[in-house]
C-alpha cells in the first residue's frame, strides 16, 4: 500500500470536528492504519476515546521512539475557496492539524515497511487546541504498556518555506493559562449611580491597571503576555452593570514565570474588587498547556542530523508565545518539537489558511531518515 498524500490530507481537511468530537476522523483514521496494517505482524492499534495509539514492536527493542499527532480543528468558518473545504459548517483545520495526521500516516507507512530494532509509537490525538489531550491520554495510563523514552512531534509554520525545519535547544513554545474573572456590583438605575456599585467600571479600571504587570513585574529578557480578549457587561444604555465577565490569557517561556504571573493577575484584580467594594471571582485554567521545553541533547541531535542535507534548511529559531499542550508530555518524557515551513500567507488560526501540499512529502521522508536512525540503534547522530 502505498499512500496518497494529497489525497488524504485533503479528505481530512474535509472532516474537521472539536476535540473529543473527533468521531469521523477517527473512523477515517482507523480505516488508513488498518489497511496501512493488514499484513505488519509486528503492528498493533489501540483506541481511547476519540485518540487512537499505534505500536510496532521491535525485534531487539531497548527503547521506545513515539511520534504525537494532533488530530481536531478550530470552531472557525472556512474562507479559502478550496474544493476540498471543510464540509462541516463552522468547522475548519485552521492549524494544520490535517497536515500532521497526513504526516504521522506517511511516517508509520515509511518505518513499518521493514520491523525497526527499537519500538516505534504513534499518539493520534484528541483535544489539542481545548481539553489538553495529550494530558488526558498520559493520565488515562495509555502510554503505560509501552512508554515512550524519546517523544518527537512538529508542528507546521506558514512564514517558513517548503524544505526548513526549525526549533532550538530550549523552550519552543509558551505555557498558557486561561483567566476567567467575573466583578458583581449591584445593578441600578443609569440615573442613580449613588444607589448601585458599577461592575464595568470595576472591570474597566483592572483591565487597564493589568497591563502593568508585564511592564513592571516581568523580566523584560523573559518576557509573558497578559491579554484579556473577551469583555460582556451590561444590557442597555440606562442600566447600571451589576457583572463584567472578563475571559483572557496568560503566556509564559517558563513555569516560574506563569506562576508570578498568575500571583499579581489575582493580586490585581482582588484589590481593584476591594478598592471598588465589588465581589470578585477569579478561575486560573492551566490545563496541561506547560511551556514546550525540548530536551536539549536530542533537539541538539536533531539539529545536527540535518547538517549535510542540502534539501533541509535547519533553522535555530527564538522561542513563541504560541500555546501547545505537547509541553505536558515533554515535562515527563524527553523529547524536541519543531516546526515544519508550509509557505503560505495566511497565519496559524485564519480563516483562509492553506499550506502548500509539497511539504507533506518533504516531512515524511526527511523527517522519516531522522526518526529511523533514532529505532535502529543510533544514541547520537
Not at 481536531?72 to 463552522?90: C, K, N, R, W, Y
Amino acid at each position: 500500500m502505498t499512500l496518497n498524500l494529497i489525497a488524504i490530507r485533503r479528505e481530512l481537511h474535509q472532516i474537521p470536528e472539536i476535540g473529543l468530537e473527533e468521531y469521523k476522523t477517527q473512523a477515517y483514521l482507523l480505516q488508513q492504519l488498518e489497511g496501512l496494517l493488514s499484513t505488519c505482524s509486528f503492528a498493533s492499534i489501540k483506541t481511547w476515546r476519540t485518540g487512537i495509539v499505534v505500536t510496532l514492536t521491535g525485534y531487539a527493542a531497548e527503547k521506545t521512539i513515539a511520534w504525537r499527532t494532533d488530530i481536531d480543528g478550530l470552531p472557525i468558518v472556512e474562507e479559502t475557496g478550496l474544493d476540498f473545504a471543510s464540509q462541516h459548517e463552522g468547522r475548519m483545520h485552521a492549524c494544520g492539524h490535517d497536515f500532521h495526521m497526513t504526516i504521522a500516516l506517511g511516517l508509520l507507512e515509511k518505518i513499518a515497511e521493514q520491523q525497526p530494532k527499537n519500538n516505534f509509537l504513534i499518539l493520534f490525538q484528541p483535544a489539542e487546541e481545548n481539553l489538553a489531550g495529550g494530558k488526558l491520554m498520559y493520565e488515562a495510563g495509555v502510554l503505560e504498556d509501552c512508554k515512550p523514552d524519546e517523544f518527537y512531534a512538529l508542528h507546521v509554520r506558514p512564514d517558513l518555506k517548503v524544505g526548513a525545519l526549525a526549533t532550538n535547544t530550549s523552550t519552543l513554545f509558551a505555557g498558557t493559562c486561561e483567566v476567567k474573572i467575573t466583578f458583581t456590583g449591584k445593578g441600578g438605575h443609569a440615573a442613580f449611580p449613588h444607589t448601585a456599585n458599577d461592575a464595568l467600571v470595576a472591570a474597566s479600571y483592572f483591565v487597564t491597571q493589568v497591563q502593568s504587570i508585564v511592564s513592571r513585574n516581568v523580566d523584560p529578557i523573559e518576557g509573558a503576555v497578559v491579554t484579556f480578549g473577551s469583555f460582556h457587561a451590561g444590557t442597555t444604555n440606562n442600566v447600571i452593570a451589576e457583572t463584567a465577565h472578563l475571559h483572557g490569557t496568560i503566556r509564559s517561556l517558563t513555569r516560574e514565570m506563569g506562576q508570578l504571573v498568575q500571583k499579581r493577575v489575582k493580586a490585581v484584580a482582588e484589590g481593584i474588587a476591594a478598592s471598588f467594594g465589588v465581589a470578585v471571582s477569579i478561575d486560573l485554567i492551566e490545563a496541561g498547556y506547560l511551556p514546550v521545553e525540548n530536551n536539549p541533547e536530542l533537539a541538539g541531535q536533531f539539529m545536527a542530523f540535518y547538517e549535510n542535507d542540502p534539501e533541509v534548511t535547519m533553522l535555530d529559531c527564538l522561542p513563541a508565545m504560541t500555546g501547545e499542550d505537547f509541553g505536558f508530555l515533554l515535562s515527563k518524557i524527553p523529547g524536541v518539537m519543531f516546526w515544519l515551513g508550509v509557505d503560505t500567507p495566511y497565519p496559524l488560526h485564519n480563516p483562509k489558511l492553506s499550506p502548500d501540499e509539497a511539504a507533506l512529502p518533504f516531512a515524511v521522508e526527511k523527517v522519516g531518515n531522522f526518526l529511523a536512525s533514532r529505532l535502529n540503534g543510533a544514541s547520537s547522530v
